[in-house]
């Protein structure tokens, strides 16, 4: 419990933002109609809804459950001692996901005021600054299992997870710039710029941390010493001399 105040003050940002997106809706719910679109498709056009008070306490549901996941997850993670080196770019990222929900809820109730919204736009650049935020904590990122690129070449071997979070990074802000201009496209065009980038970030490291640990580990290379792989006590991801 006494590290309680702390962590209220580390996350004032995170619960601003938060708090924020519920007194938006508080304010404007006498203004709202009866029903609220929650869901739009790839056209940006409201396919699904809800009424009023599902509407407006949505968003804010969300980025309390995503920011109550980011705080639980690090304790319970096996590799817990790997997310005490990046606590920064964990910090980062409860930002950036409560200020896109706090986005997306003034859209949401502009739109049931019947303001002219485009969506996906919204949405576009969202992911952008999302990829491009993300990107430039990458690096930081120590072995662990919820945050970073995971994969089973990643997790086998330190060394390949460093390298592969230097490598994705750069890639995540590149996919992300990319993001930027496709967001004036309108549609589907959009939606598939979108599956575009989002493919491009995700594959491309992985494909990456894949040659990268054959790399290391083909026959006659020396690989890392066995103390500093995944698992073990000497494992903190850092380098060594």
């Known amino acids: 419990m006494q590290g309680l105040p702390q962590a209220l003050v580390r996350d004032r940002y995170v619960l601003l933002l938060l708090l924020a997106s519920v007194l938006i809706g508080a304010v404007l719910y006498p203004q ?3 029903r609220m679109a929650i869901h739009w498709n790839a056209a940006g056009r409201p396919d699904a809804y809800a009424p009023r008070a599902v509407g407006v306490g949505l968003e804010p549901l969300a980025g309390v459950t995503f920011y109550m996941l980011l705080c639980v997850l690090p304790l319970i993670d096996p590799r817990s001692d790997g997310h005490r080196g990046f606590a920064g770019g964990l910090q980062t990222v409860k930002v950036l996901q409560a200020a896109m929900c706090l986005v997306l809820q003034v ?3 502009l739109v049931a005021m019947g303001r002219d919204v485009n969506i996906g736009m919204v949405g576009g650049l969202s992911v952008a600054v999302m990829l491009i935020a993300s990107g430039n904590v990458m690096a930081r990122f120590r072995p662990n299992y919820f945050m970073g690129v995971r ?3 990643t997790l086998a071997d330190p060394a390949v997870w460093r390298r592969t979070q230097r490598f994705a990074g750069p890639v995540w ?6 993001m930027l201009p496709l967001s004036a496209l309108a ?3 959009l939606f598939a710029g979108l599956l575009a980038c989002t493919a491009v970030a995700a594959i491309v490291p992985t ?3 894949y040659r990268v ?6 026959p006659g290379v020396a690989g890392p010493p066995r103390e500093r792989r995944m698992g073990s006590p000497a494992d903190d991801g850092t380098e060594q001399s």
């Open 32 to 34: 709202l109609p009866a």
């Open 107 to 109: 859209c949401a109730v």
């Open 151 to 153: 994969t089973p070449w």
């Open 173 to 178: 802000v590149l996919a992300g710039m990319a």
């Open 187 to 189: 549609g589907r065009f």
């Open 207 to 209: 494909v990456y941390s």
């Open 213 to 218: 640990f054959h790399r290391i580990h083909a």
